[in-house]
């Protein structure tokens, strides 16, 4: 099958599939005569793994291993417990921060009184300078996906 048609068999924009392929996630098909890229079901299994794991938010790295350990039968899948331990914590520490900027955002917004803008406690609040160990200063990045879409370490328009 051609780029098109393996888009289309797994929900994936070419441009996608065509980054997964630089990383080294899923690999370069052989061309046909007309220099096409043909995909076969090993493409379209393996690139239904990587979505799966781009579902559960594991970054490239972390697929990358689980992959390695699919591609190798004889690997222990301990070793892959261990990937997947190492992302709970991940989860678990941007569940406290994504806590942290809830409890944030709801004592910014008691601090409204409903007054005309200049008077505007939310807005006084805003312009004050953060806090040691608070905002993009303190090393604490946007937590990706909040907004209704992805950014950041998996490359623009990539919201697998």
Same mark, same amino acid.
Not at 1 to 15: F, N, R, S, W, Y
Not at 106 to 134: D, K
């Given at each position: ?14 441009? &996608? ?7 080294? /996630? ?16 090993? =493409? %379209? ?10 579902? !559960? ?6 697929? +990358?291993? /689980? ?8 690997? =222990? ?6 990937? !997947?331990?190492?992302?709970?914590? =991940?989860? #678990?520490?941007?569940?406290?921060? /994504?806590? &942290? ?5 709801? #004592?910014?917004?008691? +601090?409204?009184?409903? %007054? ?6 939310? !807005?006084?609040? /805003? ?8 905002? #993009? ?13 992805? %950014? ?5 328009? =990539?919201?697998?």
């Amino acid at each position: 099958m051609k780029i098109g048609d393996l888009a289309a068999a797994t929900g994936t924009p070419v441009e &996608t599939i065509r980054y997964y392929e630089r990383e080294g /996630l899923l690999p370069a098909p052989p061309r046909s005569a007309g220099n096409y890229r043909v995909y076969g079901e090993a =493409h %379209v299994q393996r690139l239904a793994f990587i979505r799966r794991c781009r579902s !559960l938010d594991m970054a490239q790295d972390e697929i +990358r291993a /689980l992959l390695g350990f699919r591609d190798d039968p004889a690997a =222990h899948c301990g070793e892959a417990n261990a990937v !997947l331990d190492a992302h709970i914590g =991940h989860v #678990e520490q941007r569940i406290a921060e /994504l806590q &942290t900027l809830a409890r944030q955002l709801r #004592e910014l917004r008691g +601090r409204c009184q409903a %007054v005309p803008g200049g008077e505007c406690g939310i !807005l006084s609040e /805003l312009g004050q300078p953060c806090a040691p160990g608070v905002g #993009e200063d303190a090393g604490t990045p946007h937590v990706d996906g909040v907004h209704g879409r992805r %950014v950041g370490r998996h490359g623009p328009g =990539h919201a697998h």
